[in-house]
């Protein structure tokens, strides 16, 4: 089992910034692969961006590709999205998730465990 928890989500105006973090608990972090995803009212879930265990390979959506940039800290079991140049498009709630394995995926249903999410809201 693995435990997430997002944090740093909050109402910005666009062209600001926000870092979310996902604290982990559990098994042994290194042994997944992670990723964030998001939700906006009336849509489906959609990937954002993804990070191997080793932090060596990310892969972004096209909508957030040079604005939004995915870390992790292994030794404090944390992954971080950090978010500039933000758009009201931006606004959704965020979450993360984690893959047993090396590499992430775009594909939501690839990944085992996920957080509460966290609200991000852009006003223009």
């Known amino acids: 089992q693995v435990q997430l928890v997002e944090s740093g989500g909050g109402l910005v105006q666009a062209g600001g910034s926000l870092r979310l973090s996902c604290a982990a608990s559990?098994?042994?972090?290194?042994?997944?692969?992670m990723g964030w995803f998001r939700q906006a009212p009336g849509k489906e879930r959609e990937f954002v961006a993804a990070?191997?265990?080793?932090?060596?390979?990310?892969v972004y959506a096209d909508s957030v590709k040079g604005r939004f940039t995915i870390s992790r800290d292994n030794a404090e079991n944390t992954v971080y999205l950090q978010m500039n140049s933000l758009k009201p498009e931006d606004t959704a709630v965020y979450y993360c998730?984690?893959?047993?394995?090396?590499?992430?995926?775009?594909?939501?249903?690839?990944?085992?465990?996920w957080g509460q999410g966290t609200q991000v809201t852009v006003s223009s």
């Open positions: 990070i191997s265990w080793n932090g060596g390979n990310t």
């Open positions: 559990g098994r042994t972090f290194i042994s997944y692969a």
């Open positions: 998730a984690a893959r047993e394995g090396w590499y992430g995926s775009k594909d939501r249903y690839e990944y085992d465990y």
